[in-house]
């Protein structure tokens, strides 16, 4: 057996793998986004005092992240629009991508706020300070840079996810690669590529987020 | 109510508090007038830090009553809890400012944004006057060079300073201070005491204080409770508390820590 690596075929495929990998970043960018804002709302939910609020929310975060994300991806494609609610396939992908990785995202939210000394809730207690103004401007600002490489990680692993979306017809990388097999022939360069498109992609990014940590200021009392 | 017996600005009556099964309150009555610096002493544990945290509401009790200027801390009603109760309390809070012994600045904030931060969200000041204020109250406690800096970047006694800027700034009637000195290196000690006792001769704020420091306690309040096991066991002018206490506890207690 002998690999027959086509270069011009390499270059000629190099575009259209550029355009799918176009979409596949804006996925996982609104997915992240997604999931970053719906992560902190769950985690408020979850501290919520009222009765029964703070527990349906840990059922919701415990449902969701022990149910597979394809599930969910098809749940959303093919059940949704049943009950009436059509949308896009990138739509689709992208709110499904968000709404799993926010299960995970509200629990790296709620390891920093556990993480905030309760010292901090007294004193914001003692000034009197509104529950809203004590949370964002007391407790998140100290919550979060210590979980910034964590968050950082969730949203590289949901860039690995995104080719479940060529499941549903989104044209992102693995759709393309198919495609481009299924019209040629030829599997090897357009895998190939695709893999180390991921590759590149996700060194970049956990490069990124180290440098962000980095940047992160830490505060000692 | 005969005259001139004011509505003390604290009256506590049958306060009890338990964690668990330990009883770190046993029933505390006890009348504050407004304007009166009361020391209180007693050995760990013996429930005076309890009380602080429970005149601020960071520990519900488990029975009896606070009233703050004749107002209840904890509206029976609604036992404390619901949005009645939580507004009511927000609202008899206000009176109340406290200073803790691990200092609990905001450490993402300057000395000068920690001293602004509830004047302005809290009491509605615009940024101006808190700033003008905080720099005031800053300046005040000896750190009028130190507005920009973060809470790292001070010293355990400076950061004590900002925290006592920070409660001076909401203009509270009561002042609660949990042992101030005691996470400070020994050779800041004296001058955070300096500073308590210059606040207790120029304003008329009401000051409860847990404190380990004999000294203080003797030469700067005029009353002195000694706690043990939950009770107050003792309630006396200073000169009589240190020189002829009436209680064999409290003698004990004063031996142990005067003569090590």
Avoid: C
Wanted: positive net charge; aromatic residues 8%.
């Amino acid at each position: 057996m002998r690999l027959d690596w086509n270069w011009e075929f390499t270059l000629a495929i190099l575009p259209e793998l550029a355009r799918a990998l176009r979409i596949t970043v804006a996925a996982t960018l609104v997915g992240a986004a997604l999931a970053l804002a719906f992560g902190l709302a769950l985690a408020l939910l979850r501290r919520s005092p009222i009765r029964g609020l703070g527990a349906g929310t840990g059922w919701v975060v415990e449902f969701v992240r022990n149910t597979p994300l394809l599930i969910q991806i098809y749940f959303l494609f093919y059940v949704l629009p049943r009950f009436g609610l059509s949308m896009t396939p990138f739509v689709t992908g992208v709110l499904a991508l968000g709404v799993h990785y926010s299960a995970y995202t509200s629990e790296v939210y709620r390891a920093g706020i556990d993480s905030v000394p309760r010292g901090q809730w007294e004193a914001a207690a003692a000034l009197n300070l509104p529950r809203a103004r004590t949370f964002f401007r007391v407790i998140l600002p100290q919550a979060l840079p210590p979980v910034v490489p964590a968050l950082g990680n969730y949203v590289v692993a949901m860039f690995k996810d995104t080719p479940l979306l060529s499941t549903i017809t989104v044209m992102e990388l693995l759709f393309t690669a198919k495609n481009l097999g299924a019209e040629t022939f030829r599997y090897l360069e357009p895998f190939t590529l695709v893999g180390l498109l991921f590759l590149v992609v996700s060194l970049a990014a956990a490069g990124g987020i180290r440098m962000l940590e980095r940047r992160m200021p830490a505060y000692g009392a | 109510m005969s005259e001139g017996a004011a509505v003390p600005l604290v009256r506590i009556r049958h306060l009890h508090k338990r964690f668990g099964a330990i009883e770190v309150l046993r029933g505390i009555d006890l009348d504050v007038p407004e304007g009166q610096v009361v020391s209180i002493i007693g050995p760990s544990g013996s429930g005076k830090s309890t009380l602080l945290r429970v005149l601020m509401t960071l520990e519900r009790p488990d029975e009896g009553s606070v009233d703050i200027a004749g107002d209840a801390l904890y509206p029976a009603a609604q036992n404390g809890h619901g949005r009645a109760g939580e507004a009511q309390a927000r609202r008899v809070r206000r009176h109340i400012g406290m200073v803790f012994q691990q200092f609990n600045l905001f450490p993402h904030m300057t000395a000068l944004q920690n001293v602004m931060e509830a004047p302005v969200h809290v009491l509605g000041l615009s940024g101006h006057e808190a700033r003008q204020q905080a720099s005031a109250y800053l300046a005040r406690v000896g750190l009028g060079d130190k507005l920009q800096a973060y809470p790292r970047e001070l010293s355990g006694g400076q950061k004590q300073r900002v925290a006592i800027a920070r409660a001076l700034a909401m203009r509270p009637r009561l002042m609660l201070f949990d042992e101030i000195t005691s996470a400070l290196d020994p050779e800041l000690v004296g001058g955070i005491l300096d500073l308590l006792g210059d606040l207790t001769t120029e304003r008329g704020m009401t000051m409860l204080i847990v404190t380990h420091e004999m000294s203080f306690a003797r030469s700067s309040s005029d009353r002195v409770l000694f706690f043990d096991r939950g009770l107050i066991v003792e309630d006396a002018e200073p000169a009589v508390m240190f020189t002829a206490p009436r209680h064999d506890r409290t003698r004990e207690f004063l031996r142990s820590v005067l003569n090590p």
